[in-house]
């Protein structure tokens, strides 16, 4: 078996999707082998993809993001903390205005909860994957 890539196939004439997967990631784990495996994947099909990580000042990312960058995908890392609630959703509602993803996948409870819901109001379609 080829792996899981050889099941998905593009439709003939499909255009690149703008992907956007967001994340509180803490470190190195489940979530985030996902989080690498899509965006890296999706990369690789010709997507434009990027992944926001929300995490609290001082946490190790790279594990994480480097080999995200080396796959090509856009990373934005927002450190603002785990309380400052209010600045994160307006942190990331800036980040998908400028972005404009067809279609946000959120992971993990914290960015399911806080930011699925307003997306979902803006009109982005959103997917929700609870680790």
């Avoid at 099941?7 to 255009?15: C, I, K």
Wanted: aromatic content about 4%.
């Amino acid at each position: 078996m080829k792996g899981w890539s050889g099941l998905v196939t593009e439709p003939p004439g499909s255009h690149p999707l703008r992907i956007a997967h967001l994340c509180a990631p803490a470190g190195v784990g489940g979530l985030e082998r996902v989080v690498q495996g899509l965006s890296s994947g999706l990369v690789a099909r010709g997507h434009d993809v990027r992944v926001i990580a929300s995490a609290a000042p001082g946490v190790d990312l790279s594990g994480f993001l480097d080999p995200l960058v080396q796959a090509g995908v856009g990373v934005e890392v927002l450190r603002i903390g785990g309380r400052k609630v209010v600045r994160e959703l307006r942190a990331v509602r800036q980040i998908l205005r400028a972005a404009s993803p067809h279609l946000l996948h959120t992971h993990g409870y914290r960015s399911d909860l806080l930011h699925g819901w307003h997306a979902a109001a803006a009109g982005i379609t959103t997917v929700s994957t609870l680790h």
